[in-house]
C-alpha cells in the first residue's frame, strides 16, 4: 500500500481565529530558549536586578549604610545601566525578526494563513517587546517589591508611588521604540547581520554626530541628533530627575514618536506577500 | 455554496504592475476538482495565484473563493485555502514537525491536533523519517513536499500549487504528482494546479484554463478542449518536387501543417473531409503519400492552438 493512503484525512475539530499573533508570540518566545546563547544573555540582563537587590537589603537592614538607600534616581540609574542589555537583546533578536523570515520567503508563507500583516508584526513586536520588558519593567517593579520586602513597610513606595507608572511608562516608550526601529530595519533587507551592524551603526553615527554638534555648538540643545539621548530625556521627565540635556522633552517626544511612525510607515510598506517590482 | 458553484471565480480582472498588465481582463471560473492552470513563463498564472490569495489587489474586477468577496472575506478565504508556493519557502529556524504544527496553529488548529496532523501530513508526503530534520537541510525535492504538507496541515478545501515539481527528479515528481492526484481524486480536496508543464496537468487535472499574456486564452474540461473540429492526421509524403510547395496547397486549402522533430508532418484537417480529402490534394498535386495515420489530440496541441504556437 502506498504511504499516502495511509496518512492523510480530513479534520473533524474546529477551528479557531484571530489568535494568529499570539501563536507568533508563543513560538518566538518559547522558541529562543533553544538558543543557549540567548540564556546566558537573559541571565547576565538580570545581574543588576541582583546587585541593586542586595543595595536594598544592606540598606534596609544596616542603618549606617544610608548612602545606599534607593531613591527615585535609583530606578532611573536602573533603566541607564540596562540599556546595554536592550541593545544586545534588540541587536540580537530584533535583526533576524523579519530579515530571516524575508530570506526564507516565509512570508508568503505566514500571509497565505488567515491572518492579515498587522497581526504579523504585532506577533513579531511581541515577542521583541515581551523579552525587553523581561530586562526591563519586570526586574524594576520586582525591585520595588523587593524595597518593600527588605524594608518590612511602605514609606519608600508610598512616598514616591509615581514610581510605578513611570517604570511602567518608560519601559514602554523605550521597547516600543527600539522595538519598531529595529523591525523596521530588519524589513529592509534580508541580511540579519547587516541589520544588526545597521542598527548599530545608526546609534554610534547619531551620537558621534550629537557629539560635534556639542562641541561647535557649545551647548546639549542639540541632544535630539542622538537616537539614545532622546530617551534619555524623556526617561528623566517621566522619573522627575533633573534633566540631563538643554532639549527641551517635548522635541525629545516628538522624535521619539516620529520614529516610531516612521518604522510603522516602512513595515506597512515592507510586509508583503509578494513584492512587486514593477 | 452550491455544488455546481464555482469554487474561484474573477470577473474582468485586471492587475497592473507600473505599466505592465499582468492581468488584462481576466473572466473565468473554476469548478470542482482538480484544474490545472496553463501558460508559458509570464503568462500571470502565479499573479492570478497572489491575487486570489489577496497579496495583490487588482485595479479593477471581482474575484470570489469558495463563494466568498476576496476584496471583502480574505482572512476567511485564507482559513479554508491551503497555498504551495512556486519558490523555495519555510519559517527558519524549524524542524519539519515544528514548521508545519506551527502553520497550523496559524491556520487556527488547538497546538495538539496541529502537532498530530504535522505527524499525520509529513507522513502522508513522505517526509516521516525526515520530519525531525530542520527543514533547511532538505533538499529541493523535498522542500517540495513540506511545502504541499504545510498547505495541507490544516485540511484546505481547496489548495493552489504554484509549479509543485519544479525542480524535482522523476522520481519526486512522479511521486509529488500521485500525491495531487489522490488528494483530487480521493480525499475530496480542490485544487488548482499551475504549471507550464503539460503532462503534471494532464495528468492530474480534469480542468484546464490556459493562459497567455495576461489573459484566458482556453478553459474547459481537457476531453473537451482536446476534441478538434476536424482531424489531425500525421502524414509522411514523396514527391519529386518541392515539398514546400505542396505543403503550400495544404494550407491554400484550408488545412493546417506542422511538421515535427521527425520527417513526419501534422496535419489538421477541419470539418469531416477528413483522409479522402488529403489523398485527393496530394493525387491532383502528383505527390505520393507513404504513411497516413490518424493523430490522437494532446494536451499540448490545445495548449500550442490556445497560445497561438500554431
Known amino acids: ?278 | 455554496m452550491d455544488d455546481t458553484d464555482p469554487v474561484v471565480s474573477l470577473d474582468n480582472v485586471i492587475v497592473e504592475f507600473g505599466r505592465n498588465r499582468a492581468l488584462n481582463g481576466v473572466t473565468a471560473s473554476f469548478g470542482r476538482g482538480a484544474v490545472g492552470l496553463l501558460g508559458p513563463n509570464g503568462a500571470g498564472k502565479s499573479t492570478m495565484i497572489k491575487s486570489l490569495l489577496g497579496f495583490i489587489v487588482p485595479r479593477q474586477g471581482q474575484m470570489r473563493v469558495l463563494g466568498l468577496d476576496v476584496a471583502t472575506s480574505p482572512v476567511e478565504i485564507r482559513a479554508r485555502i491551503g497555498y504551495m508556493p512556486e519558490t523555495d519557502a519555510h519559517i527558519p529556524g524549524l524542524t519539519a514537525v515544528q514548521f508545519v504544527a506551527y502553520c497550523g496553529e496559524l491556520a487556527g488548529l488547538p497546538r495538539a491536533d496541529a502537532t498530530q496532523r504535522a505527524h499525520e501530513v509529513l507522513y502522508y508526503v513522505g517526509l516521516g523519517e525526515a520530519r525531525y530534520r530542520n527543514v533547511e537541510t532538505y533538499s529541493t525535492g523535498m522542500k517540495q513536499r513540506i511545502k504541499l504538507a504545510q498547505a495541507l496541515v490544516h485540511d484546505p478545501d481547496l489548495l493552489f500549487l504554484d509549479e509543485p515539481t519544479n525542480g524535482m527528479d522523476p522520481k519526486g515528481r512522479d511521486e509529488m504528482l500521485e500525491l495531487v492526484r489522490d488528494l483530487s481524486r480521493n480525499k475530496g480536496v480542490n485544487l488548482i494546479l499551475s504549471s507550464h508543464l503539460l503532462p503534471d496537468v494532464e495528468y492530474t487535472c480534469d480542468q484546464v484554463v490556459v493562459m497567455d499574456k495576461g489573459r484566458i486564452a482556453a478553459a474547459g474540461p481537457i476531453e473537451a478542449l482536446k476534441q478538434p473540429r476536424g482531424r489531425v492526421y500525421e502524414l509522411r509524403v514523396k514527391t519529386h518536387g518541392d515539398l514546400e510547395t505542396f505543403f503550400e496547397h495544404l494550407t491554400a486549402a484550408g488545412l493546417e501543417c506542422h511538421a515535427t522533430d521527425d520527417d513526419v508532418v501534422r496535419v489538421f484537417v477541419p470539418g469531416d473531409g477528413g483522409a479522402q480529402e488529403l489523398f485527393a490534394l496530394a493525387a491532383a498535386e502528383g505527390v505520393q503519400v507513404r504513411h497516413l495515420r490518424p493523430s490522437v489530440p494532446t494536451l499540448e496541441d490545445v495548449f500550442a492552438h490556445a497560445v497561438g504556437e500554431d
Open chain 1, 1 to 278: 500500500m502506498p504511504i499516502h493512503d495511509q496518512g492523510y484525512r480530513r479534520y473533524g475539530g474546529t477551528k479557531a481565529g484571530g489568535r494568529a499573533w499570539l501563536v507568533i508570540l508563543h513560538a518566538g518566545f518559547f522558541g529562543m530558549f533553544r538558543n543557549r546563547r540567548w540564556i546566558v544573555l537573559m541571565i547576565a540582563s538580570w545581574i543588576q536586578f541582583i546587585v541593586r537587590g542586595v543595595q536594598f537589603y544592606i540598606a534596609a537592614n544596616f542603618p549606617q549604610a544610608t548612602i545606599a538607600a534607593p531613591t527615585a534616581a535609583t530606578f532611573r540609574d536602573f533603566f541607564d545601566k540596562q540599556d546595554i542589555f536592550v541593545f544586545l537583546v534588540t541587536v540580537t533578536l530584533g535583526a533576524v525578526s523579519i530579515a530571516e523570515d524575508r530570506r526564507a520567503n516565509a512570508l508568503q508563507i505566514y500571509l497565505s494563513k488567515p491572518l492579515t500583516r498587522l497581526e504579523y508584526i504585532c506577533g513579531k513586536l511581541s515577542v521583541l517587546m515581551a523579552f525587553l520588558l523581561l530586562i526591563t519593567w519586570v526586574p524594576a517593579i520586582l525591585l520595588l517589591i523587593v524595597q518593600v520586602a527588605f524594608a518590612g513597610n511602605f514609606t519608600f513606595l508610598m512616598a514616591n508611588a509615581y514610581l510605578v507608572p513611570a517604570i511602567t511608562v518608560y519601559s514602554l516608550v523605550e521597547v516600543l521604540m527600539v522595538s519598531m526601529c529595529i523591525l523596521a530595519l530588519s524589513s529592509l533587507s534580508t541580511n540579519s547581520r547587516f541589520v544588526g551592524i545597521l542598527y548599530t551603526a545608526l546609534i554610534f553615527f547619531s551620537d558621534a554626530l550629537y557629539g560635534v554638534m556639542r562641541a561647535v555648538t557649545g551647548g546639549t540643545g542639540v541632544s535630539w541628533m542622538a537616537f539614545g539621548n532622546n530617551l534619555a530625556q524623556l526617561g528623566d521627565v517621566i522619573f522627575r530627575v533633573p534633566l540631563r540635556y538643554e532639549t527641551p522633552w517635548l522635541v525629545s517626544l516628538t522624535v521619539v514618536v516620529a520614529l516610531i511612525a516612521v518604522s510603522a510607515f516602512i513595515l506597512e510598506r515592507r510586509i508583503r506577500g509578494v513584492e512587486i517590482v514593477a
